[in-house]
């Protein structure tokens, strides 16, 4: 069982550091809310540069990949599990605040993710 684990980690963790096109959508910051038992989805905006980084809309600024940015969403989105948030993200939302599909993807297990850390009470922290 271990080995099975390890394999499967060792598979997720190399699949995380490909490069991946950034949306013009916008991008998500996931966590938890443990004490109200909800999983948040917090959406910004950005622009896509020649570059291919995301660029705040505002400020023109390169808005970075790993640190604190203060900048305002445009919309949270909660849910009790990640079909609940799926559904309202990508179903109930007009225009949806996702273009790509691989971004999709990537939402979809990372709010699985989440709602797991949220049943065992766990940490999460966004891949």
Request: glycine content about 6%.
């Given at each position: 069982?271990?080995?099975?684990?390890?394999?499967?980690?060792?598979?997720?963790?190399?699949?995380?550091?490909?490069?991946?096109?950034?949306?013009?959508?916008?991008?998500?910051?996931?966590?938890?809310?443990?004490h109200e038992r909800l999983i948040y989805a917090k959406h910004?905006?950005?622009?896509?540069?020649?570059?291919?980084?995301?660029?705040?809309?505002?400020?023109?600024?390169?808005?970075?990949?790993?640190?604190?940015?203060?900048?305002?969403?445009?919309?949270?989105?909660?849910?009790?599990?990640?079909?609940?948030?799926?559904?309202?993200?990508?179903?109930?939302?007009?225009?949806?605040?996702?273009?790509?599909?691989?971004?999709?993807?990537?939402?979809?297990?990372?709010?699985?993710?989440?709602?797991?850390?949220?049943?065992?009470?766990?940490?999460?922290?966004?891949?």
């Open positions: 069982m271990d080995l099975i684990v390890d394999d499967l980690t060792t598979i997720d963790n190399k699949l995380s550091q490909r490069h991946i096109d950034l949306d013009p959508a916008g991008y998500f910051i996931i966590y938890l809310d443990l910004f905006t950005n622009v896509i540069d020649e570059r291919g980084l995301a660029v705040d809309p505002e400020t023109g600024k390169v808005i970075p990949a790993r640190g604190k940015v203060e900048r305002t969403q445009t919309t949270v989105f909660s849910g009790r599990t990640a079909k609940e948030l799926c559904v309202k993200i990508f179903e109930e939302t007009q225009p949806c605040p996702v273009s790509f599909l691989d971004h999709a993807a990537y939402l979809g297990r990372e709010f699985v993710r989440a709602e797991v850390a949220l049943v065992m009470e766990k940490e999460y922290v966004q891949d």
